[in-house]
């Protein structure tokens, strides 16, 4: 079979055994998501796979450069990263997605054993915190997200972890819509 038969056929077994799985998703036919952990845990991270042109006989592209993964420290992705890709070597010749999905869901402890949460806030400073005639600081203010909101900001995103483009228009129209076409004079 050629690279590009193999790749079907894996990318069909794919789909029919992660169908209405939340934490596979296909970005397209060559590159994947996949979820490791709950939404909640904070063990929990994402690997972004693509295959380039010759898979499985070369070795898919790895990454944990994904939004999801900013609280996971550079050291811990590195470990994660090095681990991974001695599976593949293991796998190389094979359709080897399913396997590295499922040997990374068991070995998920040890994956983040060395794991300290990377803390990054959002920071909002008002000019009410700003006081003239003291030189003391007031803290700054951190936006808190609930989950749902961070649920929501995970769902939009690609797998860069950035926004697609034009992905708040509806915003703009429901805002637009209430304000109306007020014209000035």
């Known amino acids: ?6 790749q079907e056929m894996e990318l069909e077994a794919l789909r029919s055994i992660y169908e209405g799985d939340e934490c596979f998703k296909e970005i397209s036919p060559v590159s994947f998501q996949f979820r490791i952990g709950d939404l909640e845990d904070s063990k ?3 690997v972004d796979f693509t295959w380039p042109e010759t898979y499985p006989e070369t070795a898919p592209q790895i990454s944990l450069d994904a939004f999801f993964n900013n609280r996971i420290s550079p050291e811990t992705k590195q470990q994660i990263l090095s681990k991974m890709e001695e599976q593949v070597e293991a796998n190389l010749g094979t359709a080897m997605m399913y396997t590295l999905f499922e040997w990374a869901k068991e070995n998920q402890e040890a994956l983040m054993e060395n794991h300290r949460p990377v803390v990054t806030a959002v920071t909002l400073t008002s000019s009410s915190d700003v006081t003239t005639t003291s030189t003391a600081k007031k803290k700054e203010k951190k936006e808190q997200l609930t989950k749902a909101q961070k649920r929501r900001m995970i769902s939009r995103t690609d797998n860069k972890g950035e926004l697609p483009r034009g992905w708040n228009w509806v915003d703009v129209i429901k805002h ?3 304000t109306g076409g007020k014209e000035e004079d």
């Open 44 to 46: 929990a991270f994402m």
């Open 1 to 6: 079979m050629t690279a590009n038969e193999d």
């Open 176 to 178: 637009l819509s209430r």
